[in-house]
């Protein structure tokens, strides 16, 4: 029989690695000649910051207001190498280009954006969801399935009815992986890859079901002409006049040529503070092409495509 006796010593249990070493602990007690060197040398790299950063508050202590500012850190973003399409506000070439273009007819107020969401042929349950939540934050936008036709014959049966841009969703494995996104009737017709999708049941601590108000729009970090041509082919998805009153917005955000979506909401808590519930889905656009005119995968004439490798040589070069 056994038999376990309560006075007894608990073992020794070693502490697991990511513990911290007590304030007590000595460099030198640790056997491994190689590992005690490592800690050896990184607990006197931190020394060496905190050194100095005691000395430059120091100085910067001393000298007041004559001060230099404070160093901003270096990123890939604001080490990012000049490109030579980047728009100016004031440019009237620009202006000229962008008065004439496709969108025009939609920042003249001549056209209302009406979308037709379609997928690929035999769409599973992930990516019917994902249209259907796709629907609910574009404003007029109609869900069809495809039944196997060619987006050839698609398209005119679109612009005969009506509608200003062909959405078609296309999947791999059951995961929405990338979009087709049509302007009608003259193009221009942009290729993205889909990633990191999350359903509104996926995402924790979301609000309430979007509502049929007209969102907001943000566009952020578009700064070249392609970049420009993207904002505008997404801002010509919704609605001139967003509805305030249902305090919806959604955002196209653009960092390193990836296009991050997300859909909130904005409450006011009081007369200062506000506060943002993310309503879903949420998903990452990567340009793959853009392609004149509507639609036409053999003899169509492409302004831009994503070459492999391109930016291998810089990583500070980007294209948005």
């Known amino acids: 029989m056994n038999v376990k006796c309560c006075n007894c010593e608990p073992e020794h249990v ?20 190689q590992r005690r060197h490592l800690m050896f040398m990184k607990l006197k790299q931190e020394k060496r910051k905190v050194a100095m950063k005691k000395k430059k508050k120091k100085e910067r202590d001393a000298l007041g207001d004559k001060a230099p500012p404070k160093e901003v850190p270096k990123t890939i973003e604001n080490q990012r190498v000049y490109d030579e399409t980047t728009v100016n506000p ?32 035999r769409p599973r349950g992930r990516t019917v969801r994902f249209c259907n939540q796709l629907a609910t934050v574009i404003p007029d ?12 014959k698609v398209i005119p049966q679109c612009i005969a009815r009506g509608f200003t841009y062909l959405m078609v969703i296309n999947e791999d494995r059951k995961v929405p992986n990338g979009m087709v996104l049509c302007h009608l009737p003259d193009g221009p ?35 070249t002409r392609l970049g420009h041509s993207m904002g505008r082919l997404f801002a010509a998805l919704f609605p001139h006049d967003p509805q305030f009153v249902g305090r919806q917005v959604a955002t196209f955000h653009n960092q390193r040529d990836f296009i991050f979506f ?48 391109e930016n291998d040589v810089c990583r500070r070069r980007f294209n948005l």
């Open 90 to 121: 004031e440019d009237e070439e620009v202006a000229f280009d962008e008065g004439t273009d496709e969108f025009s007819a939609y920042f003249n107020r001549l056209t209302n954006p009406k979308v037709l969401i379609t997928t690929s042929d």
């Open 189 to 223: 017709t942009a290729h993205f890859k889909v990633s990191s999708v999350r359903l509104r049941k996926e995402m924790k601590r979301r609000g309430k079901d979007p509502t049929e108000h007209s969102p907001e729009v943000i566009l952020n970090n578009f700064t």
């Open 262 to 309: 997300r859909f909130h909401r904005y409450i006011f808590k009081n007369e200062k503070r506000v506060g943002i519930q993310e309503l879903g889905p949420r998903f990452t656009l990567k340009l793959r092409s853009l392609q004149k005119g509507t639609f036409d995968s053999k003899f169509g004439e492409y302004e831009w495509v994503l070459k492999r490798h």
């Open 141 to 152: 936008a109609h869900v069809y399935y495809r039944r196997g036709l060619a987006l050839k």
């Open 14 to 33: 070693d502490a697991p690695a990511e513990f911290s070493f007590p304030p007590t602990f000595s460099v030198s007690e640790i056997k491994n000649k």
